[in-house]
């Protein structure tokens, strides 16, 4: 029985082929069901004026509020629109939306990362309203992890009895620092479909 399920293994193993991550000329991957959508975008296409600015500036802002992004400022003089960072879920929390590759929520899961969206609306050359969306990814530096995996096992006394000197200060450090990894393209194409239905 195991011999058979190994051989089982073995197959879809083959059948599947070797993950590999993009190229860096490719920093997506394509789903071939979904045409990619162009960033910056054209929306309400026509003569641009005061109402239909308001409503592509309102649909930006909803499109943000759906996929529980926090505003941090909306200038609607300036057309920008900045989100507070955003951790970003992983597979524990299926219900949230927003990081639809794969790939990045699994990386969401194992290690902390937080998404913040860059919005600027522009009037476009002929008519309508260009919106370009930039997700910045950033991932948490700590010194140790701070989360506590569920099913882990751990002995509450040590087996041994140790006497430990402290010879210096010791102070933990408690802040954490994040740093950029790119941007999530992913998210990008994610919200640009939401924003291009606007009309």
């Known amino acids: 029985m195991a011999s058979g399920f190994l051989l089982r293994w073995a197959v879809a193993l083959g059948l599947t082929g070797c993950a590999s991550v993009p190229p860096l000329d490719n920093p997506?991957?394509?789903?071939k069901t979904a045409e990619p959508v162009e960033n910056p975008v054209l929306v309400s296409p026509g003569i641009p004026n005061g109402e239909s600015y308001r409503k592509v500036f309102e649909k930006c802002i909803d499109v943000l509020n759906s996929y529980k992004f926090d505003i941090l400022s909306a200038d609607m003089r300036d057309g920008m629109i900045i989100t507070k960072p955003r951790i970003s879920p992983g597979?524990?929390?299926v219900w949230k939306g927003?990081?639809?590759d794969p790939r990045e929520r699994l990386l969401a899961t194992l290690q902390t990362t937080r998404q913040i969206v860059w919005i600027k609306i522009d009037v476009g050359e002929r008519g309508g309203y260009t919106v370009k969306v930039t997700v910045e990814k950033e991932m948490e530096d700590l010194a140790k992890p701070?989360?506590?995996?569920i099913g882990a096992v751990f002995q509450e006394t040590p087996t041994v009895a140790r006497e430990i000197e402290v010879v210096g200060p010791i102070a933990p450090s408690t802040t954490s620092s994040w740093f950029p990894v790119g941007r999530d393209y992913a998210c990008e194409q994610l919200l640009l479909r939401q924003i291009r239905e606007c009309r």
């Open 28 to 31: 997506l991957l394509i789903n």
């Open 91 to 93: 597979y524990e929390q």
């Open 98 to 100: 927003g990081n639809p």
């Open 146 to 149: 701070t989360r506590q995996r």
